[in-house]
């Protein structure tokens, strides 16, 4: 039944193109690292086991360095590094790459830009900073003829960036949408089981999966900048990411998963942008939305990413794997100066910038809470006619007490800004025991096959 | 409840890099086609309605070329193409790049090496090629200085090949695994509501998504040749495509799914090659799988294809998509004329001959039908103690009539020759109605979160 055949041969091939040239050259690239935490160690880990050639880190800067150069995770780090807490060490360290680890925008902002003044390339994991600055970094890094690469700061370990860049420029993508935030993703694939959110928030704060504050996080913050730098990759659309509409998931709970599987759906914080049919308007939004269960994006599970690039030509295309934690990000940072080490420049097509709106056209999932008596579905009925929308389901689960009642009415599909209007008639209902949650169903609509 | 703001904002954004200098060249990338079928005329649409600036189709060549110049197809082609159906007008053409869609080892292989030594880059879809030729033809490229891009031969329109490239390079990939054939996957994933091998085999030629002949397809020959190509890019292993063990899915039954759903199970042609710790061996197969559902490859559906790197750091990671069709493989074709227009050198990690065998350490499914009669079970047992393999399950559906009877044994762990040593023993049972049916059953290793 098997047609299987054996070899023995084991003979060296020489390394096609430009590889042999790096791992022959004399001077290796040297490495500068800003930020010896998680990734930074990670990286430095990373660098030590995988022995690439011609790559040698050299420096690396943090706060209390001492501290850090104790701990355990220092280990891997070879002894002929420089460990110092004064950035200038870094300007004046003659490395080739600075590999910026910190986050945030000031000081880092700053910093780069002296390092490209310095002729030092930058790779870096840093999404606020990519999102609100990027361009106008990436034009400045050009005109020092150097790069900037940042294909960690959107789902880690996952190469979605390089991906898009070098293999679907050939594609339009007229939609980018997926899971960029492993915290959302972790918290409501738990609440799954029946968990309600604060219980299972408080286990991804024990388990380091959530910060003290987790409202970067759960409001869409984090997400929402990723999404800013994936429509600049693949929609080739420069967002404000103030202005990119975000919900928080905090107010999602768990008989909202139960009526989402009646109604064949999951739910997960989705980052949505797509493109408007002139090229010139962005539709984008990061918030709790229903998502079918025959959804690639309802199949993450943890702290996986995913992310899903929609072609005029390629149909959906699927990226997916460990959006977060140590190693994972270190993939992408190593794979980022082996690129600017191989002196590979990834393609980039023209950018422009576009303006954003929140509206998306989509069925939406409407879940009360109601202290029951006659009129109430009267009443929001009167709410939903009022602005248009038509409702589609009505869905009641039996075994929830009468004077806290939660229901759900599903609307075929209608403006974000339509069902909001009905939304705040409807929170002013005497009958109303919190505001009503709406979320967007996401719809599908690649065809396979 | 939706934090909602909006711009309006509408300005141009310079482009960063070195796409300005390629959209603003005077010059254009002048390409030159050689096969106008399907996926050729899908490129010629696909650079027609994308309007990329600087790249122009000059020359398109073709056997009995006015038969295809007089096709619906070349209705997008613009009027200042020459077609032509001598080769040397190709070599003479002066493009910058010959785009391959021809297939095949002969001519293909000779052609191209006119095009390096004329000093053209080459982008190609031809899986064969590239598996048996691609790393002798990548090092002819680069001693012309020239480019060979195949990022179009495996999962078509899945940017699988630039992914790993690109994003990839910081881990060290382990495991390649996936479906890479959509042929195969299709007739899988329809037989999986109960339809017989045959039946379906003869709606996906009706459909146009399987040969009249589809034995390289169902015995395992093209996933081969593209998990060679996948060896190459992820493992830095250069495997000859002869050596690399195939078993056909022409032998797996409807009742075969039946069973697999009883073990949470699917069934898939699977590509599977993974280095040895010593990083000498690979171990390589293309087969009819059992796949958990839990699994992404149990995922895909109809012609998709899905394709796992397990990387030492970063776990899996996923890529999937539309693995054929004139479109998504268009738009890889495309994505490379980018790559060579922008001057994008690929990461090229040097790569090295190793060699293959087919042992894999797996769980086994054996089905068998027999003409049921006292002591099968006894003669099974036996001639799989004989090899040391264990028993895990024994599984008998109730509703087959007893003189046809199909059961199912499945193993422990064992090796590829191991139970193939007791399946010829068994085979030679006289109550085997036809050979027993071996398939591995995929183990998961990847822990998310």
């Known amino acids: 039944m098997a047609n299987k055949r054996r070899t023995s041969q084991t003979k ?22 800003l930020g010896f935490g998680t990734v930074g160690s990670a990286m430095a880990r990373v660098l030590a086991q995988s022995k690439l050639p011609g790559v040698v880190l050299t420096h690396i800067y943090n706060r209390n360095v001492e501290r850090k150069r104790a701990s355990d995770a220092a280990q891997c780090v070879p002894a002929s590094v420089v460990w110092t807490e004064d950035f200038n060490d870094i300007v004046n360290s003659r490395a080739d790459i600075v590999v910026e680890l910190m986050g945030g925008l000031d000081p880092a902002e700053g910093w780069l830009r002296r390092c490209f003044a310095a002729g030092m390339s930058v790779v870096t994991a ?8 990027g361009a106008t970094l990436a034009r400045l890094a050009a005109r020092h003829g150097v790069q900037l690469l940042y294909g960690a700061s959107v789902a880690g370990g996952v190469p979605v960036i390089p991906g898009i860049l070098q293999g679907l420029g050939g594609d339009r993508i007229v939609r980018i949408s997926g899971i960029v935030n492993g915290t959302c993703n972790y918290i409501l694939s738990h609440m799954e089981t029946g968990a309600e959110y604060a219980a299972v928030l408080a286990d991804a704060q024990r388990l380091g999966f959530a910060e003290a504050d987790p409202s ?25 990411p103030n202005a990119v509409a975000t919900q928080t998931i905090s107010t999602v709970e768990a008989v909202d998963f139960a009526y989402a599987k009646e109604l064949g759906c999951t739910i997960r914080q989705v980052s949505l942008a797509h493109m408007d049919a002139k090229n010139r308007l962005v539709h984008a939004r990061v918030a709790p939305m229903l998502v079918p269960l025959t959804s690639p994006i309802a199949w993450s599970r943890g702290t996986q990413n995913m992310v899903v690039a929609s072609g005029r030509f390629g149909g959906d295309v699927v990226f997916s794997g460990h959006g977060a934690g140590g190693e994972p990000t270190a993939v992408a940072v190593v794979s980022d100066i082996l690129a600017v080490a191989h002196r590979s420049v990834a393609v980039q097509l023209p950018v422009h910038r576009r303006a954003v709106t929140g509206e998306l056209l989509a069925p939406q999932y409407l879940r009360f809470v109601v202290d029951d008596r006659p009129g109430i579905v009267s009443g929001i009925a009167g709410a939903l006619a009022r602005v248009g929308a038509n409702i589609d389901s009505l869905l009641q689960r039996p075994g929830y007490p009468k004077h806290k009642l939660p229901f759900v009415i599903t609307t075929e599909p209608c403006l974000t800004s339509t069902i909001e209007r009905a939304v705040v008639a409807m929170a002013k209902m005497n009958c109303m025991l919190q505001p009503p949650l709406c979320l967007q169903i996401l719809a599908l609509d690649d065809k396979a096959e």
């Open 216 to 240: 970067a996080d759960v409001d869409g913050l984090d997400a929402r900048a990723k999404l800013c730098i994936l429509s600049r990759i693949a929609l080739h659309a420069e967002l404000d």
């Open 12 to 33: 060296a091939v020489a390394a096609p193109g430009r590889a042999a040239d790096v791992a022959a050259s004399a001077v290796p690239v040297k490495i500068a690292l």
């Open 126 to 133: 840093n999404k606020q900073l990519i999102a609100y600055r």
